[in-house]
């Protein structure tokens, strides 16, 4: 079920969630085959955790990889993927759940991998989820900086 903040975010933005059965959607591969959509265009959520303690939430093309290189020269720290616990505690998600549109306590980046669809997919809070959106309207609703991390 998805939360209702993001729910009534969504409303708000006049955007609105496909749901499938639970669990049914939590790797980039399976979200877009239930969608119908090319791997690329799920919205996979990263969430990353810096050698200064920050947190940082990358959001990518779901057949891309974050080059920690290129992260590293962004905001200026090494960085390792956040555990299911730090996950957790930062964004009260669990890996596949991972909304882009509430990270209160999260710098988040979008990567320009997903500049090239008309629409792409993020989660909504579930790992059965995905919520098509324009690029340009994905970082409006984030607040998110545009960056190249992917490799």
């Known amino acids: 079920m998805i939360p209702a903040d993001i729910k009534n975010l969504l409303e708000q933005n006049n955007l609105k969630a496909i749901e499938f059965e639970d669990g ?4 980039a591969v399976t979200a877009a085959e239930k969608l119908g959509v090319e791997t690329g265009q799920i919205a996979k959520s990263i969430l990353l955790k810096g ?3 920050g947190f940082y939430l990358v959001v990518c093309a779901g057949d891309k990889r974050v080059s920690t290189a290129k992260l590293k020269t962004l905001i200026g720290t090494k960085t390792r993927m956040a555990t299911r616990e730090e996950l957790f505690q930062e964004l009260s998600f669990k890996p596949g759940e991972v909304c882009p549109f509430r990270p209160e306590r999260v ?3 979008i990567d320009k991998s997903l500049e090239e669809f008309d629409l ?5 809070g579930t790992d059965s989820s995905g919520v098509p959106v324009t690029y340009e309207k994905l970082i409006k609703m984030t607040g ?3 960056c190249d ?3």
């Open 24 to 27: 049914s959607t939590p790797t």
């Open 120 to 124: 792409v997919y993020p989660a909504a």
């Open 51 to 53: 050698k200064n303690s």
């Open 149 to 151: 991390v992917t490799g």
């Open 144 to 146: 998110a900086g545009e």
């Open 107 to 109: 710098a988040v980046f």
